[in-house]
């Protein structure tokens, strides 16, 4: 320790003044008063006449006494004066020194003496913290060998860091025990040659033991081959310092997992939500590992009146964690139902509970008993890390605890998604449940296959026209058996063999080899040029439309469904002449008609269903195609996707069919309320027919037929166009009687109503 000699020249004589050099042009000024009951003192420092920067703390020492430390860079000046303020009746307190008379470093251990615990903390916080960026002392050497002196004089014999696995990029898991009162980790800072270095740390600290000590698991940087260095670990009201070692071979996580992780699922899941955090390759090696050391599935199965529950479905994204399973409480015993997770506190969930009633088998010659059946959604569970089987607690009234756990759950989007769609049945499933439970992560699941899919294979047979004037586009969906009607009709067609471009679009690609070859035979059958987009995964009707008019040319643009076989020739010229820019029509659509003549199309509305939600429909269905209101030419509110014809740039500028709609279903009808929204009209065009053998593509899908998907959709156009659609239905519905197609005029909502009046008949 340096005490100023001689003593500076003072009003009145302080306790005790010292000046230490931290290092580099930077000194610590320590004041040591009396404690004063006329507030708190400071101190301001002055140099050559002007006020020098400085950082100050209060420090308590074991005498009852208090040191003020000032921190500040040296100006250069011979002298700088010390004014201390609020220390008494006296005034003010001034004291002149001269920080070049101080030559060597600080002496950790003479100013660490007499201070209190709490005091050794805060200036250690201080040093390590706040002062090295004021005085960008990070990387001056002579300050970080003094911080290290200190803290090794804090922490004489530091336990090192062990590393307990190695990760991926370049991570290590390390793991060590702290006291109790390192109650959360704030900042995490490494002492080394380089420097000071703050570190964005993910910690995991577990529960206090008996002994008063936690757990602390930490990612660290896998270290330098020479390693050394200090890891200096602060909260609010502690500091713990630990060694870091160098370079060396790190367990592999599969040893750790199947030890320390298999027994502690809440370790387990932050492990994994850090291997998510860290890339693709963490997130896969997340999932492998849960794979590779699956967890004991626990379920409560009784055949008396006591609870039981179990956890059948557990799927995780990045939007949260959808749950679901049964209850049987038949005496109200259920308190709550909790959802652990990787840290923190569990999450209640008793209360996001959607029920519905289900019956489970009895065990005595096929008898059933009641239960409630439930699904519950927990939002940014995990971070959206692939936690493939959390625990989850049923809590009773008496204290008694069962625990759930589900099966290993899926990892991959697409059967994320099929999963949740079957955690509702249909028939209870309601726009509130949508809404809380299950839209979150359906729309997660198709904005993840939206971004990872890649892209589609493209196989050419024969050469299409140079210049075409109207690009064709058909997914095709597992149902090939119309492909042969189909080719020999477009084929049939002068026009369109001349005119049009033929894209197939394979949804299915595990079929991609049975398709080319058929197409390829076809081809060399009729002479009719073809393209197949062949999608690397399915992505559903829009992703599959949005695919094919990526590819196309022409300068209309008609998609049409696989199972739809026109009824004549001529039929697309036809229709791509009603695209009227004078008259705005921004698409057209045809006559559809069953198998026996009957009619499936003649133009879409809207109608509320019992529970308020709009839903599609189809004019005139189920009626003659003869039938003479169908049979006019009439702006209609829009038309279905199975045909609908429009200009390519127009589609590409609506950005094409929108992909949140699962499966296949509505995304026509918005594509028509956003041509509506952008001051265009649709009319329907009955002298075009064409057959459609309606929905047979979709049927094969498992995932739609269970009714979830349609229901989502329905509700989801709803949530977005509610008040436009109503609008657009007003408009329709009070024009006329009889349906003709009058003169244009203008409309009361420009962006949705039709650009024309019409007098419309009832709906059949």
Same mark, same amino acid.
């Given at each position: 320790m340096l005490s100023l000699a001689p003593a500076a020249t003072a009003v009145a004589a302080p306790t005790q003044l010292e000046l230490h050099r931290l290092g580099g042009s930077v000194f610590l000024l320590c004041w040591t008063l009396e404690a004063s009951p006329f507030g708190k003192p400071s101190i301001a420092l002055t140099g050559g006449g002007r006020r020098l920067a400085a950082a100050s703390i209060s420090l308590g020492l074991r005498d009852g006494r208090e040191r003020l430390a000032v921190a500040f860079r040296s100006?250069?000046?011979?002298?700088?004066?010390?004014?201390?303020?609020?220390?008494?009746?006296?005034?003010?307190?001034?004291?002149?020194?001269?920080?070049?008379?101080?030559?060597?470093?600080?002496?950790?251990? #003479?100013?660490?003496?007499?201070?209190?615990?709490?005091?050794?903390?805060?200036?250690?916080?201080?040093?390590?913290?706040?002062?090295?960026?004021?005085?960008?002392?990070?990387?001056?050497?002579?300050?970080?060998?003094?911080?290290?002196?200190?803290?090794?004089?804090?922490?004489?014999?530091?336990?090192?860091?062990?590393?307990?696995?190695?990760?991926?990029?370049?991570?290590?898991?390390?793991?060590?025990?702290?006291?109790? *009162?390192? #109650?959360?980790?704030?900042?995490?800072?490494?002492?080394?040659?380089?420097?000071?270095?703050?570190?964005?740390?993910?910690?995991?600290?577990?529960?206090?033991?008996?002994? /008063?000590?936690?757990?602390?698991?930490?990612?660290?940087e896998e270290p330098p081959v020479r390693g050394g260095g200090l890891l200096i670990l602060q909260s609010e009201r502690s500091l713990v310092v630990r060694t870091l070692p160098g370079r060396q071979a790190a367990p592999s996580l599969g040893r750790w997992w199947a030890g320390k992780a298999a027994s502690r699922d809440g370790l387990r899941n932050w492990v994994i939500e850090q291997l998510a955090g860290l890339s693709e390759q963490g997130r896969l090696l997340a999932v492998e590992m849960q794979r590779r050391a699956p967890l004991a599935v626990q379920h409560v199965r009784r055949n008396d009146d006591l609870p039981a529950a179990e956890l059948d479905l557990a799927v995780c994204n990045r939007a949260g964690l959808l749950i679901g399973g049964y209850l049987r409480d038949p005496d109200d015993l259920l308190e709550e139902v909790l959802l652990h997770r990787g840290t923190g506190e569990p999450?209640?969930?008793?209360?996001?509970?959607?029920?519905?009633p289900v019956r489970l088998p009895s065990g005595a010659e096929g008898e059933t008993r009641a239960a409630i059946g439930f699904a519950a959604f927990a939002p940014d569970y995990a971070a959206g890390a692939p936690v493939l089987q959390p625990r989850c607690e049923i809590r009773l009234k008496s204290g008694t605890v069962l625990t759930l756990r589900p099966p290993v759950q899926p990892a991959d989007a697409a059967t994320i998604r099929a999963r949740a769609l079957s955690a509702i049945p249909p028939q209870y499933l309601t726009a509130a449940m949508l809404e809380e439970t299950l839209a979150p992560i359906l729309a997660a699941c198709q904005e993840e296959l939206r971004a990872n899919r890649p892209e589609p294979e493209v196989k050419t047979f024969g050469r299409g026209p140079a210049r075409p004037k109207a690009s064709v586009v058909i997914p095709?969906?597992?149902?090939? *058996?119309?492909?042969?009607?189909?080719?020999?009709?477009?084929?049939?067609?002068?026009?369109?063999? %001349?005119?049009?471009?033929?894209?197939?679009?394979?949804? =299915?690609? %595990?079929?991609?080899?049975?398709?080319?070859?058929?197409?390829?035979?076809?081809?060399l059958a009729y002479g009719l040029p073809m393209q197949l987009v062949a999608m690397r995964r399915n992505g559903g009707f829009s992703a599959a439309c949005n695919a094919g008019a990526r590819q196309a040319r022409g300068e209309a643009l008609a998609l049409v469904n696989s199972d739809v076989i026109p009824v004549g020739n001529g039929w697309l010229p036809a229709l791509v002449a009603k695209l009227d820019k004078r008259r705005r029509i921004g698409a057209v659509g045809p006559k559809l008609l069953y198998?026996?003549?009957?009619?499936?199309?003649?133009?879409?509305?809207?109608?509320?269903?019992?529970?308020?939600?709009?839903?599609?429909?189809?004019?005139? &269905?189920?009626?003659?195609?003869?039938?003479?209101?169908?049979?006019?030419?009439?702006?209609?509110?829009?038309?279905?996707?199975?045909?609908?014809?429009?200009?390519?740039?127009?589609?590409?500028?609506?950005? /094409?069919?929108?992909?949140?709609?699962?499966?296949?279903?509505?995304? *026509?009808? #918005?594509?028509?309320?956003?041509?509506?929204?952008?001051?265009?009209?649709?009319?329907?065009?009955? #002298?075009?027919?064409?057959?459609?053998?309606?929905?047979? =593509?979709? =049927? &094969?899908?498992?995932?739609?037929?269970?009714?979830?998907?349609?229901?989502?959709?329905?509700?989801?156009?709803?949530?977005?166009?509610?008040?436009?659609?109503?609008?657009?239905?007003?408009?329709? %519905?009070?024009?006329?009687?009889?349906?003709?197609?009058?003169?244009?005029?203008?409309?009361?909502?420009? *962006?949705?109503?039709?650009?024309?009046?019409?007098?419309?008949?009832?709906?059949?």
């Open positions: 100006s250069g000046h011979d002298s700088i004066v010390a004014t201390l303020s609020d220390h008494g009746p006296q005034g003010d307190v001034t004291a002149a020194f001269d920080p070049a008379l101080v030559h060597g470093l600080a002496d950790p251990d #003479d100013i660490l003496e007499d201070l209190t615990p709490r005091a050794r903390l805060a200036l250690a916080n201080a040093l390590v913290r706040a002062w090295p960026p004021l005085f960008n002392l990070a990387a001056v050497p002579s300050y970080l060998s003094f911080l290290r002196q200190l803290l090794l004089a804090l922490f004489p014999e530091p336990a090192a860091m062990q590393p307990s696995a190695a990760l991926v990029e370049g991570r290590w898991l390390s793991e060590t025990v702290v006291p109790a *009162d390192l #109650d959360a980790l704030r900042t995490a800072f490494r002492l080394d040659g380089a420097g000071l270095t703050r570190l964005e740390l993910p910690s995991r600290l577990g529960a206090a033991d008996r002994n /008063g000590q936690r757990e602390l698991h930490l990612v660290l999450i209640a969930m008793l209360s996001r509970l959607q029920r519905f095709l969906y597992r149902v090939y *058996d119309f492909l042969r009607v189909q080719v020999a009709a477009f084929a049939g067609d002068p026009w369109f063999a %001349e005119n049009a471009e033929l894209i197939y679009v394979l949804d =299915s690609p %595990e079929h991609e080899a049975e398709v080319a070859h058929l197409l390829g035979g076809l081809h198998e026996d003549g009957s009619l499936q199309h003649a133009g879409l509305f809207f109608k509320r269903d019992s529970k308020g939600t709009w839903l599609n429909h189809h004019y005139f &269905k189920g009626m003659p195609g003869s039938y003479a209101p169908a049979n006019v030419e009439r702006p209609v509110p829009g038309v279905t996707g199975a045909c609908i014809v429009m200009a390519r740039e127009l589609f590409g500028e609506l950005g /094409g069919f929108d992909e949140s709609y699962v499966i296949g279903d509505y995304e *026509d009808s #918005d594509l028509c309320l956003k041509i509506r929204r952008a001051g265009l009209g649709i009319v329907y065009v009955p #002298d075009v027919a064409l057959y459609h053998l309606e929905r047979q =593509s979709i =049927s &094969k899908s498992t995932d739609y037929t269970r009714g979830a998907a349609s229901q989502h959709n329905a509700w989801l156009q709803m949530r977005r166009w509610d008040a436009q659609i109503a609008a657009l239905m007003q408009a329709f %519905e009070t024009s006329a009687a009889e349906p003709a197609l009058l003169q244009a005029q203008a409309p009361s909502e420009p *962006d949705l109503v039709p650009r024309f009046s019409f007098r419309r008949a009832t709906a059949a």
